[in-house]
T-cell receptor
Framework: EPEVTQTPSHQVTQMGQEVILRCVPI?????FYWYRQILGQKVEFLVS????????KSEIFDDQFSVERPDGSNFTLKIRSTKLEDSAMYFC????????????FGPGTRLTVT | DAKTTQPNSMESNEEEPVHLPCNHS???????IHWYRQLPSQGPEYVIH???SNVNNRMASLAIAEDRKSSTLILHRATLRDAAVYYC???????????FGDGTTLTVKP
């Protein structure tokens, strides 16, 4: 069964450093998303991406964040200058076209900012 | 955005049916009812979704009230692997974002 994959599974970085989290969505999906979950808290929406542009973003997704689909398979989330409060699990998700199809989530990348 | 209300926690015995309720009294006509679950240390996993009619798939059944103001996720025979946080989410058409609440933590006892 096709699945969303994410790399790395765990990333440790120092405050102020740039990080890139990588995702490979399911191949025939056209909608892509990033969510995050701070330890013990809710899953929070960050951004959705369709047709090579951001379709929606949350207040969390400020100028420090960017997303890109650099080729036909990868979908990346970049944090330019990490802060301690960016420590969280980051989940990528993808979905088909059509009316309210389900989202498929990856296993997540645990980001630890020290 | 319309809001959902779920009990914080529920318990079930293994191999018994589980009915997980969700209230969404302010649901609009364009909202689909989605259920996801999150097993410990994993990403959310799609379970089922519907609009007006009851739905069945290999994982669960979804019963939707006639006025659509509530729904119930039914796991027909709970297993230990079903212990997870279950989220009831309203999503607009055309693949909008999912807004996760606190969900219901399901504990399955052997």
């Amino acid at each position: 069964e096709p699945e969303v994959t994410q790399t790395p599974s765990h990333q440790v970085t120092q405050m102020g450093q740039e990080v890139i989290l990588r995702c490979v969505p399911i191949s025939n999906h056209l909608y892509f998303y990033w969510y995050r979950q701070i330890l013990g808290q809710k899953v929070e929406f960050l951004v959705s991406f369709y047709n090579n542009e951001i379709s929606e973003k949350s207040e969390i997704f400020d100028d420090q964040f960017s997303v890109e689909r650099p080729d036909g398979s990868n979908f990346t989330l970049k944090i330019r200058s990490t802060k301690l409060e960016d420590s969280a699990m980051y989940f990528c998700a993808s979905g088909k076209t059509g009316v309210s199809y389900e989202q498929y989530f990856g296993p997540g990348t645990r980001l630890t900012v020290t | 955005d319309a809001k959902t209300t779920q009990p914080n926690s529920m318990e079930s015995n293994e191999e018994e049916p589980v009915h997980l309720p969700c209230n969404h009294s302010t649901i609009s006509g364009t909202d689909y009812i989605h259920w996801y679950r999150q097993l410990p240390s994993q990403g959310p996993e799609y379970v089922i979704h519907g609009l007006t009619s009851n739905v069945n798939n290999r994982m669960a059944s979804l019963a939707i009230a006639e006025d659509r103001k509530s729904s119930t996720l039914i796991l027909h025979r709970a297993t230990l692997r079903d212990a997870a946080v279950y989220y009831c989410i309203l999503r607009k058409t055309n693949a909008g974002k999912s807004t996760f609440g606190d969900g219901t933590t399901l504990t399955v006892k052997p």
